[in-house]
Antibody, heavy 118, light 110 residues
Framework: QVQLVQSGAEVKEPGASVKVSCKPS????????INWVRQATGQGLEWMGW????????AYAQKFQGRVTMTRSTSIGTAYMELSSLTSEDSAVYYC???????????WGQGTLVTVSS | QSVLTQPPSVSAAPGQKVSISCSGG????????VSWYQQLPGTAPKLLIH???KRPSGIPDRFSGSKSGTSVTLDITGLRTGDEADYYC???????????FGGGTKLTVL
């Protein structure tokens, strides 16, 4: 069965960076794009961008341009999302989600809580 | 402000039917297929409906989706207390080149 397992919760100070990992299983890593979506407490879903694990191509939501970097390691079948210059507004649960192939996610990771606090 | 518009909340009694609407525009719902997600408290979103009206394996037929123009609807029949959750619609927006979501609808089963 398809599963996406993410790294554990993080606490960061304002101005720092955070890197979240996402390791899919149950399918070939390079055959589906990976989306990153975040959700602040009590708020809705916010798409951050996607990455093609096969060729590394990526696209970011305009809001995060210049602050987010999505990468992957094909040798270990893992995707990464790094967000820099953190502020308290970046405190949220960050999800990776496999793209279904029609432009929206199907399978989701369990989420990684990122707390930005001094 | 979400690109797709959903009612903030809906409610109905156990056993009844509820409909959740999601409206968008010509660059998103009008052009692309829509998915629906169920998010139980404290958990990750789960795919309920894809391609407007298709259920993944394991999703009961109490859940159904439909599309008309630039709007989609999620119907849930035979409501159970376990259906209490937030429901989101999502699709690709061809103008924004981004995945867009509705603001979410909280379902309460009275």
């Amino acid at each position: 069965q398809v599963q996406l397992v993410q790294s554990g919760a993080e606490v960061k100070e304002p101005g720092a960076s955070v890197k979240v990992s996402c390791k899919p299983s149950g399918y070939t890593f390079t055959t589906y794009d990976i989306n990153w979506v975040r959700q602040a407490t009590g708020q809705g879903l916010e798409w951050m961008g996607w990455m093609n694990p096969n060729n590394g191509n990526r696209a970011y939501a305009q809001k995060f341009q210049g602050r987010v970097t999505m990468t992957r390691s094909t040798s270990i079948g893992t995707a990464y999302m790094e967000l820099s210059s953190l502020t308290s507004e970046d405190s949220a649960v960050y999800y990776c989600a496999r793209d279904s192939g029609n432009g929206s996610p199907d399978y989701w990771g369990q989420g990684t809580l990122v707390t930005v606090s001094s | 402000q979400s690109v797709l518009t959903q009612p903030p909340s809906v409610s109905a009694a156990p056993g009844q039917k509820v409909s959740i609407s999601c409206s968008g525009g010509s660059s998103n719902i009008g052009r692309n297929d829509v998915s629906w997600y169920q998010q139980l408290p404290g958990t990750a979103p789960k795919l309920l409906i894809h391609d407007n009206n298709k259920r993944p394996s394991g999703i009961p037929d109490r859940f159904s989706g439909s599309k008309s123009g630039t709007s989609v609807t999620l119907d849930i029949t035979g409501l159970r207390t376990g259906d209490e959750a937030d429901y989101y619609c999502g699709t690709w927006d061809s103008s924004l080149s981004a995945v867009v979501f509705g603001g979410g609808t909280k379902l309460t089963v009275l």
